[in-house]
Nanobody, 121 residues
Framework: QVQLVQSGGGLVQPGGSLRLSCAAS????????MGWYRQAPGKQRELVAT???????NYADSVKGRFTISRDNAKNTVYLQMNSLKPEDTAVYYCSAGRALLSSRYMGDYWGQGTQVTVSS
């Protein structure tokens, strides 16, 4: 059973930065694709960024150039560095792990507990 435990998030002013972490149980990063999704109130869950087991990354157009997904295999942890945050980035962010390439259609097999990110002055 894969468990994903998230940390980070909180309240930040527009233009600020936050880093989210997702610690995975077991040595899964070398075998699973990992990703971050978010869901704002009244909206569907959407893809933010993904990283394959081989290290290839993919980003939603809305976050390109501002967010960076990375992983530390030794720590079994995936990160989402979020810079130049905007109010529209406000959402609950979820870490995901899947056995195949993650996308808007296939969002993974395992989920973290979610963490609130609020961008407001």
């Amino acid at each position: 059973q894969v468990q994903l435990v998230q940390s980070g998030g909180g309240l930040v002013q527009p233009g600020g930065s936050l880093r989210l972490s997702c610690a995975a149980s077991g040595n899964i990063l070398s075998r699973f694709a990992m990703g971050w999704y978010r869901q704002a109130p009244g909206k569907q869950r959407e893809l933010v960024a993904t990283i394959t087991s081989g290290g290839t990354t993919n980003y939603a157009d809305s976050v390109k150039g501002r967010f960076t997904i990375s992983r530390d295999n030794a720590k079994n942890t995936v990160y989402l560095q979020m810079n130049s945050l905007k109010p529209e980035d406000t959402a609950v962010y979820y870490c995901s792990a899947g056995r195949a390439l993650l996308s808007s259609r296939y969002m993974g097999d395992y989920w973290g507990q979610g963490t609130q990110v609020t961008v407001s002055s």
